[in-house]
């Protein structure tokens, strides 16, 4: 591989922005559970509700501020690494960028502070409302981010005046043709990421024998979730494929490993290793017409390969072909572990089975894998395009020394690292020391004047507590 200028910016913002995603894949989900529990906690006045919301709002504030800094570099890059691609497509792309900021980042930064440390300084109601906004703050944000960037991956409602883009209809740039799949698949995902976080990190405090109450109600709250989304996730990310070889054949064709021009009763591959330059695979282990019945829901569906356009117009078919395949194995193993928790709700405490919660532990990181993995497939899957069919990558490519991009690259490397080692610290530090004790829960209550019937619940849990 040739490390000129532009392979270096290109790299440097596969960096920065898969970096960046782990973050929002994050607190989009958590955002939204924090005001499910507080939600709960109003409603019924369970106490455990309102322990699982104080103890998950740490985390995410922390993940929230990770994401707000490493998401501005991004901006910074389109200009400085991509200046063509800016001239091109600023009046598209520019406005909406700016919506998400007005919509979304305006709303959530005025109603985080309350969110954060606003519970015994306003109403509760008002604390609830606070959070509800930044959970919906979370979910306008995805939307214009997915709107933007599928714009890209199908570009429509657009004209080409003097080689600039500008927009012909706001409505068509806005819902082009894979955003509703996009979006729908990019929220499910970042549910679930959070869901197999909150599940985890319950499941290790069950091993670890300590605040049990608050572990099982997480875990049992996270494992209903999981049942609900995981299935969901697999229908949407039907749909969202059979856009995708609608519109970008070539990308499905990288991600099944499928070379010839066109292909009937198309295999499902595996395993497999592509290889580039001899425009084939190598050792294939294939289920027979299984890919032609998930791409066309026909066994004997036809296919589009790679080798239906010339070799400068395909994907780097390894990378997007094994990303695929980690993600959708690890969203089999999400199904695997939902389901295997219904079954052990059925027959005995799912809380007790040692091998289910060590499986739990380990798939804390699931589901950002699973984000890291189908953001690479989207993204690689549409190069040589930055616009698909219409700006290639390495034609917008600010023209800089290439040691001065491998420069910032270099410190992007080494000061993201230190940025995650400490944020993954944090977090340890934050589930090492566990959820809000009941008696603190008990004076919070009363400062609240929350009913009586509460404070005897909290009373009650205490006096568990102690027997165990």
């Known amino acids: 591989m040739d490390l000129d200028a532009a392979m270096l910016s290109r790299i440097q913002f596969a960096f920065t922005i898969s970096f960046h995603i782990i973050f929002p894949a994050i607190t989009i989900g958590l955002a939204t559970a924090i005001a499910i529990w507080e939600g709960l906690w109003l409603k019924t006045r369970n106490p455990v509700y309102f322990q699982l919301a104080k103890f998950w709002i740490k985390p995410f504030a922390i993940t929230f501020g990770m994401g707000v800094v490493s998401g501005i570099v991004l901006s910074y890059e389109f200009g400085t690494n991509f200046s063509k691609f800016s001239e091109l497509v600023g009046p598209v792309l520019g406005p909406l960028l700016a919506y998400e900021v007005l919509t979304a980042f305006f709303l959530e930064a005025g109603f985080l502070g309350i969110m954060l440390f606003g519970w015994q300084r306003v109403g509760e109601k008002l604390h609830y409302f606070a959070t509800c906004v930044v959970a919906i703050g979370t979910w306008i944000s995805s939307f214009w981010i997915i709107a933007a960037n599928s714009w890209m991956q199908t570009p429509a409602g657009h004209k ?3 080689g600039r883009f500008e927009v012909d209809s706001w409505f ?6 894979s955003m509703p799949y ?8 970042a549910m679930l990421t959070a869901t197999f976080l909150i599940g985890g990190v319950s499941a290790w405090y069950l091993r670890k024998g300590r605040d049990t109450e608050f572990a099982k109600k997480g875990l049992s709250m996270a494992l209903w979730a999981a049942l609900i989304l995981a299935p969901l996730q ?3 990310g039907d ?19 499928i070379w010839p021009e066109t292909e009937a009763s198309v295999p499902l591959l595996l395993f497999a290793l592509p290889d580039m330059e001899q425009e084939k695979n190598h050792f294939e282990i294939k289920v027979p017409k299984v890919a032609s019945l998930i791409l066309t829901h026909s066994l004997d569906g036809e296919v589009q390969g790679l080798k239906s356009v010339a070799a400068e117009d395909r994907p780097y078919a390894p990378l997007v072909f094994f990303s695929f395949r980690v993600m959708v194995g690890l969203g089999v193993l999400m199904i695997v572990a939902a389901l295997w928790g219904l079954w052990l709700r059925r027959r005995q405490p799912q809380f007790n089975n040692k091998v289910f919660l060590l499986l739990m532990n380990m798939m804390i990181p699931a589901g950002v894998i699973c984000t890291l993995a189908g953001w690479w497939v989207a993204e690689v899957g549409r190069q040589p395009w930055l616009v698909h069919g219409l700006v290639r990558t390495m034609e917008v490519v600010t023209p800089l020394p290439a040691e001065r991009v491998m420069f910032s690259l270099t410190l992007f490397v080494l000061t993201y690292s230190a940025l995650l080692v400490v944020y993954l610290y944090f977090m340890a530090k934050l589930v090492r020391k566990g959820p809000p004790n009941l008696a603190r829960l008990e004076q919070h209550m009363m400062d609240v004047n929350a009913p009586s019937f509460a404070l005897e ?6 006096h568990e507590v102690v027997e165990d």
């Open 457 to 462: 619940w909290v009373k009650k849990l205490q």
């Open 160 to 162: 080409i005046v003097d």
């Open 239 to 257: 749909f969202h494929g059979i856009n995708v070889k609608e519109h970008q054949p070539v990308k499905v064709a990288a991600m099944e490993g």
């Open 172 to 177: 068509e740039v806005i819902f082009n043709p």
């Open 182 to 189: 996009r979006l729908s698949h990019m929220l499910l995902a």
């Open 234 to 236: 697999l229908v949407v």
